[in-house]
T-cell receptor, first 110, second 116 residues
Framework: GQNIDQPTEMTATEGAIVQINCTYQ??????LFWYQQHAGEAPTFLSY????GLEEKGRFSSFLSRSKGYSYLLLKELQMKDSASYLC???????????FGTGTRLTVIP | DTEVTQTPKHLVMGMTNKKSLKCEQH?????MYWYKQKAKKPPELMFV???????INESVPSRFSPECPNSSLLNLHLHALQPEDSALYLC???????????????FGPGTRLTVT
């Protein structure tokens, strides 16, 4: 089975750093994806972690700990356009099927 | 070209109508997906096609009928829908799972469906 949890809503200030956490319990785990979804738009791919550690891509970084069933997405130098939902999704070995968490709606305030 | 296109953008249909949603990609991806997304909820997987064959049906009611005519096209045929089927329907594509690695999915903009 798949069980993925993340906070429902977060608020952060422009220019600050925010960390969005995701915990998971999945069978046959083969990595974790993070997607960004602006209201009324399609999800867009941010990162994929399959090994433990930190992956950095510009202002966005993602971390995975397989032993703890834990991941986070770190957003630095927040901009107003970062206001969106951030979806954590697990994937099983042998498939690309995504099992999404509830999503975290991030609001960036001036 | 990393674009997945979907038509129509919006669709309003009655409960007795038959309509189809279309999805197209030209990235050479051999896995294609249909998701349903309700407001303020994450996408829910409906169907997965791998090499034009249906590989996963997540217990979706038979009033939704998927079709994959070729490696670039994916259709979702709709018949006798209920008002609770109103949602955003997203299509996605990816490289198929190979050698221990899963691949990111590219999503289309979706079709916003309203059933009256």
């Amino acid at each position: 089975g798949q069980n993925i949890d993340q906070p429902t809503e977060m608020t952060a200030t422009e220019g600050a750093i925010v960390q969005i956490n995701c915990t998971y319990q999945t069978s046959g785990f083969n990595g974790l994806f993070w997607y960004q979804q602006h209201a009324g738009e399609a999800p867009t791919f941010l990162s994929y972690n399959v090994l433990d550690g930190l992956e950095e891509k510009g202002r966005f970084s993602s971390f995975l700990s397989r032993s703890k069933g834990y991941s986070y997405l770190l957003l630095k130098e927040l901009q107003m356009k970062d206001s969106a939902s951030y979806l954590c999704a697990g994937v099983q070995t042998g498939a690309n099927n995504l099992f999404f968490g509830t999503g975290t709606r991030l609001t960036v305030i001036p | 070209d990393t674009e997945v296109t979907q038509t129509p953008k919006h669709l309003v249909m009655g409960m007795t109508n038959k309509k189809s949603l279309k999805c197209e990609q030209h990235m050479g991806h051999r896995a294609m997906y249909w998701y349903k997304q309700k407001a303020k909820k994450p996408p829910e997987l409906m169907f997965v096609y791998s090499y034009e064959k249906l590989s996963i049906n997540e217990s979706v009611p038979s009033r939704f009928s998927p079709e994959c005519p070729n490696s670039s096209l994916l259709n979702l045929h709709l018949h006798a829908l209920q008002p609770e089927d109103s949602a955003l329907y997203l299509c996605a594509s990816s490289q198929d799972w190979v050698g221990g690695r899963s691949y990111e999915q590219y999503f289309g903009p979706g079709t916003r469906l309203t059933v009256t």
